[in-house]
Nanobody, 126 residues
């Protein structure tokens, strides 16, 4: 098992920022890639960002490139998703997830991710 616990969601105005955290345990960051997904009401879950364990490579969906940044905080044993210039279409429940491997892979397939957190709500609205 790879426990994942998200925090940091909330309500923010368009153009604002939020910082999400995914708390992990033990040496998870050494062995598992960590990704962020989101799911808006009535829509499928979609990949947002991923960071590999092996080489710290990062990946972003086109919709968030230049606005979101993913990073590993080894001291705090967390993966952080810094979200800037937020838009109403960013509103969703955000999940962190881990595949059973150390690298992100070439697709955002939900089925390729084995472990999931419970999610945190992000609402962008004026």
């Amino acid at each position: 098992q790879v426990p994942l616990v998200e925090s940091g969601g909330g309500l923010v105005q368009p153009g604002g920022s939020l910082r999400l955290s995914c708390a992990v345990s033990g040496r998870t960051l050494d062995y598992y890639a960590i990704a962020w997904f989101r799911q808006a009401p009535g829509k499928e879950r979609e990949g947002v960002s991923c960071i590999s364990a092996t080489d710290d490579k990062t990946y972003y969906a086109d919709s968030v490139k230049g606005r979101f940044t993913v990073s590993q905080d080894y001291a705090g044993n967390t993966v952080v998703l810094q979200m800037n210039s937020l838009k109403p279409e960013d509103t969703a429940v955000y999940y962190c997830a881990a595949p059973a491997r150390s690298f992100c892979g070439t697709t955002w397939s939900v089925d390729s991710y084995t472990y999931w957190g419970q999610g945190t709500q992000v609402t962008v609205s004026s």
